[in-house]
């Protein structure tokens, strides 16, 4: 049978077992290095609140929040995009 991704679509390398995570949107239980995670900051305070604050001198601390998704709910969201099939096979020479 062909082989359609040389590295079977995920960065594991020489590493052998990995270990699985659950995606944060539906629940699938995805391998840690096949998942799509995205840091983002988040604030507990309002933006027009914090603004307001931060004038009067306040510091509002921003949390950075890691979240992984299955390849399914990454494409739905916008965070990876579906490529072209020329695109896919294509390996960036560097």
Do not use: W
């Not at 590493?15 to 998942?35: L, Q, S, W």
């Amino acid at each position: 049978m062909p082989k359609k991704r040389e590295n079977r679509g995920r960065r594991k390398g020489d590493k052998g077992h990995v270990g699985y995570i659950f995606c944060d949107n539906c629940g699938a239980r995805v391998p840690e290095d096949k998942a799509i995670c995205t840091t983002r900051m988040y604030s507990p305070v309002e933006p027009a609140l914090a603004q307001e604050l931060e004038k009067k001198g306040a510091i509002i601390t921003k949390y950075p929040i890691t979240k992984c998704y299955c390849v399914n709910c990454a494409v739905h969201f916008g965070i990876v995009k579906i490529r072209a099939e020329n695109e896919r096979k294509s390996r960036a020479r560097a």
